[in-house]
């Protein structure tokens, strides 16, 4: 539930996905579910020529499973408060 | 499964925004399907109408007709929405016959395969 809710705060930022495919898509933040599947808007496709198909793609939904990273920007992170939710979430368990 | 209100079709992350909306699903098989989506669930398996593959090598590339598909979620990557207002593919890209891209996959195919037992042989040669 931790990176669930982490998303939730990060919805309307822009992010950048990067799919185990390699295919990285940049995009703002639309919303996020309990399987980390994610939405974005406003999507541009980092090496837009490699995949011509993603042209006029502009939405799109990611399914949680085939997602490597989900690159943030610096000032979105709140290191310390990161911090005390895990310990949270890590003495609940 | 409750309905979502018409607020929460835009927030939510369920594709319910996506119903009857002409879309390009990414598959785990490097497949492009295009289609226009009927329903989902869940997992993210989904029903497409008018599907197509497209196929596309280099600068080919062919819509080929598939009809109605049931795509299981498990071997979704993505689910693009078209924009309608936007040429779905760069303007250099040729569209050519069903028959022609598959020889030029198959070409394709062959190189890789050539490339592939070529660098097998100089591994084997083991140049330092």
Same mark, same amino acid.
């Given at each position: ?6 998303f ?5 930022k ?5 799919l185990?495919n390699?295919?990285a898509?940049r995009?703002?933040l +639309?919303s996020? %579910?309990?399987?980390l599947?994610i939405k !974005?808007?406003?999507?541009?496709v980092?090496d837009q020529?490699?995949y011509p198909h993603m042209l006029?793609v502009?939405n799109c ?5 085939v997602v490597?990273?989900?690159? +943030?920007?610096? %000032?979105?992170v709140?290191?310390?408060? !990161?911090?005390d ?8 368990n | 499964?409750s309905?979502?209100g ?17 879309l390009i699903v990414?598959l785990?098989d490097g497949?492009k399907l295009l ?17 197509c593959e ?6 080919l590339?062919?819509?080929?007709p598939?009809?109605?598909?049931v795509?299981?979620?498990e071997n979704?990557?993505?689910i693009g929405e078209?924009?309608?207002e936007?040429d779905e593919?760069p303007?250099h890209?040729?569209c ?5 891209i ?5 070409a ?5 395969d050539?490339k ?8 084997f040669l083991?140049?330092?």
């Amino acid at each position: 539930m931790l990176f669930f809710s982490y998303f939730k705060e990060l919805v309307g930022k822009e992010v950048t996905v990067e799919l185990k495919n390699d295919l990285a898509i940049r995009g703002t933040l +639309l919303s996020v %579910d309990q399987y980390l599947n994610i939405k !974005l808007e406003n999507t541009r496709v980092v090496d837009q020529d490699k995949y011509p198909h993603m042209l006029s793609v502009r939405n799109c939904f990611i399914r949680g499973s085939v997602v490597r990273y989900v690159l +943030l920007p610096p %000032d979105a992170v709140d290191i310390d408060i !990161l911090h005390d939710a895990t310990r949270r979430e890590a003495r609940g368990n | 499964m409750s309905w979502a209100g018409p607020d929460e079709l835009f927030l939510s992350t369920s594709l319910a925004s996506f119903l009857d909306k002409k879309l390009i699903v990414l598959l785990r098989d490097g497949r492009k399907l295009l289609g226009t989506l009927c329903s989902f669930d869940q997992f993210a398996n989904v029903v497409l109408q008018n599907a197509c593959e497209r196929v596309i090598v280099g600068e080919l590339y062919c819509d080929v007709p598939l009809g109605l598909y049931v795509i299981r979620g498990e071997n979704v990557l993505l689910i693009g929405e078209l924009d309608r207002e936007r040429d779905e593919l760069p303007a250099h890209m040729t569209c050519v016959s069903e028959t022609e891209i598959r020889k030029a996959e198959k070409a394709e195919r062959d190189l890789k395969d050539l490339k592939g037992s070529m660098r097998k042989r100089m591994e084997f040669l083991d140049f330092d």
